[in-house]
Each structure stands twice: as structure tokens, then as C-alpha cells.
């Protein structure tokens, strides 16, 4: 029941911008961490951005510190990832995902970013 759908993503040139969405539902949106993660080719999983459940409360992978903002609508049960001066290096699948102590972390299916001239 619990769902993630990611959208916003696509083709952007470097120094570009583009905000991916994540639309939840099947849980307490505004009482659980939501992060972003992405997954470029032949890497692993990389936690991106973490927005706690507590009010300010933001971390980011220094990779992309100072270019990217996480933030969340609760009333839309949605979180955002706003992504700014974008590098090639960006370029991967985007997951939002949230981590449930009893039956561990949900994912939507990835929006694509890819960062290209």
C-alpha cells in the first residue's frame, strides 16, 4: 500500500536546474523521515538528502551541499528535491524513499536526471 512516485526528472544541460517531486501515500506522510537517493550507471545507491520529521531538520551528501534543497509539502504529502547548478556527475535515477523500523525502507521507481550538453 505504501507508494512513492518520483516525476520531475529528465534532460538538463550542466548548470541547469530541475525540481523532482515524490508523491507518498499508504503511510503517515508527515510523521516519517523522507530522503532522496539516487543511483547513477555502475555505481551503488547514494543517500543525496535527508528531511527529519522535525521542523528545519535537513542533511545533504557534501557532493551536494549548497546546490540541492529537500523540502516537503505535508499537506500534499509530497517531498521535493530542488537541484541547482547541476553537473554531469548528477546525472543518475533519482529515488525518494522513507525507512519504517518495522519493514525497512520503501522506494518509488526513480525519475531520470540525466546532466548533458
Known amino acids: 500500500q505504501v507508494q512513492l512516485v518520483e516525476s520531475g526528472g529528465g534532460l538538463v544541460q550542466p548548470g541547469g536546474s530541475l525540481r523532482l517531486s515524490c508523491a507518498a501515500s499508504?503511510?503517515?506522510?508527515?510523521?516519517?523521515?523522507m530522503s532522496w537517493y539516487r543511483q547513477a550507471p555502475a555505481k551503488e545507491r547514494e543517500l543525496v538528502a535527508v528531511?527529519?520529521?522535525?521542523?528545519?531538520?535537513?542533511k545533504y551528501a557534501d557532493s551536494v551541499k549548497g546546490r540541492f534543497t529537500i523540502s516537503r509539502d505535508n499537506a500534499k504529502n509530497t517531498v521535493y528535491l530542488q537541484m541547482k547548478s547541476l553537473k554531469t556527475e548528477d546525472t543518475a535515477v533519482y529515488y525518494c524513499s522513507v525507512d519504517f523500523a518495522d519493514r525497512g525502507a520503501r522506494w518509488g521507481q526513480g525519475t531520470q536526471v540525466t546532466v548533458s550538453s
Open positions: 499508504g503511510f503517515t506522510f508527515s510523521a516519517n523521515t
Open positions: 528531511i527529519i520529521i522535525t521542523v528545519g531538520g535537513k
